[in-house]
């Protein structure tokens, strides 16, 4: 906040109540235009400029996401973290940092409301997890108590609306080998850890692809923003009472199939819908990608298949290990160095017999 509400607290609090108590309460209609006018009142000595600054600061606080927004204002911070009660924590290029800001629990709960709440979402016992996306890419997941033991959580990660260009993920080499795999349509799966960069590399990959190519994109929680008209983008949804309006990730699985894809780009596998994307790969949609969280190539083949078997319907487990063999060319791996860069690690091919060779 500006120096006059930083030095003036009681300025603050008597100028926050009576905007409260005001018939508008604390809606954001001209906001600045009411607080102005009480900060005038207030302090009448005070000159006009500073009594806008003032009140645009204050608006920010009352009406807006406070602390959270100023951080999310700054071009620098890709993540802004509040872990419960206490100070914030920013990413600014790969690299976790402490702001200073201190938010208390009505603060944090004010913060999560007036970012899920425009939604249709709510956060409360009966609901204490929310991930959502807001209309500009950003990624909003909120955990509250008594899931979240010491007060509520909120993460938001800024959308990076271009994708990074893939020579900037990988070596020349390596880059060469992935493109030469995406003209040759090889169904390639990105694995690493929590953070590494699965999402940012197959934003890259799939920014790679032809424009006149009709991608169907299928996600949780929608990410990925691909040049091209040819894009349809699919997002899950978790439906009102009684599930009413549900799409979980399976079924949306399911309907890229049948929106004629020339590849499918899916999010990250983490369930049964792996038995839906394995037939998919293995029935004419090369080309495709996913990721996978895994820590080496082959304990991503182990969970792929094992989500697979999941979803599978009972198929033997040998006869789903096979469809997964076929239906999965290259494994991709991608880490985050200690420097914050998020780089590509290893390149594998996996044969139709299951065993991986190393290429890079």
Same mark, same amino acid.
């Given at each position: ?6 030095? *003036?607290?009681?300025?603050? +609090? ?9 018939? *508008?309460?604390?809606?954001?209609? *001209?906001?600045?235009? %009411?607080?102005? %006018? ?14 806008? /600054?003032?009140?645009?600061? $204050?608006?920010? #606080? ?6 959270? /927004? ?6 620098? &911070?890709?993540?802004?973290? !509040?872990?419960?009660?206490?100070? &914030? ?6 690299? $976790? ?13 004010? +913060? ?37 033991? #010491?007060?509520?959580?909120?993460? !938001?990660?800024?959308? %990076? ?47 790679? $692809? ?44 399911? !309907? ?60 033997? &487990? ?24 998020? &780089? ?17």
């Amino acid at each position: 906040m500006i120096a006059m509400a930083r030095t *003036d607290p009681e300025l603050v +609090a008597v100028v926050g109540r009576r905007f409260r108590s005001e018939p *508008d309460g604390d809606r954001g209609d *001209d906001a600045v235009g %009411r607080l102005a %006018r009480i900060v005038r009142e207030e302090r009448p000595l005070m000159g006009d400029a500073a009594v806008i /600054e003032t009140a645009r600061a $204050l608006a920010v #606080d009352l009406v807006g996401l406070g602390a959270v /927004e100023r951080l999310l204002g700054d071009p620098t &911070v890709t993540d802004v973290l !509040v872990n419960g009660p206490g100070e &914030v924590w920013v990413e600014r290029a790969g690299q $976790l940092q402490t702001t200073g800001i201190v938010l208390d629990r009505a603060a944090v709960d004010r +913060a999560i409301e007036r970012l899920v709440g425009p939604l249709g979402l709510h956060a409360d016992r009966a609901h204490p997890v929310v991930d959502a996306r807001l209309a500009d890419g950003t990624r909003v997941t909120a955990v509250l108590p008594p899931l979240a033991v #010491d007060g509520p959580v909120l993460a !938001v990660r800024r959308h %990076r609306r271009d994708p990074i260009p893939l020579d900037s993920l990988a070596r020349p080499d390596v880059a060469a080998l992935l493109r030469e795999r995406l003209v040759g349509r090889r169904n390639l799966v990105v694995f690493g850890a929590t953070g590494s960069g699965k999402t940012t590399l197959l934003a890259s990959l799939a920014s790679e $692809l032809p424009d006149h190519e009709r991608i169907i994109t299928v996600e949780d929680v929608a990410e990925l923003r691909l040049p091209g008209r040819g894009v349809v983008r699919l997002e899950a949804r978790p439906g009102g009472a009684a599930g009413v309006g549900r799409a979980d990730f399976r079924d949306l699985v399911r !309907v890229a199939l049948r929106l004629r894809p020339d590849r499918i780009v899916v999010g990250e596998v983490r369930g049964a819908e792996a038995a839906d994307m394995v037939w998919a790969l293995g029935t004419g949609h090369d080309g495709s990608m996913s990721t996978v969280h895994a820590p080496t190539a082959p304990d991503a083949v182990d969970r792929l298949t094992s989500f697979a078997v999941a979803g599978a319907d009972g198929a033997p &487990v040998d006869v789903v290990r096979q469809q997964v063999h076929a239906a999965l060319h290259t494994l991709v791996g991608v880490e985050r160095r200690p420097d914050g860069r998020r &780089v590509v690690a290893s390149l594998h091919d996996l044969g139709s017999d299951g065993r991986l060779v190393p290429v890079t």
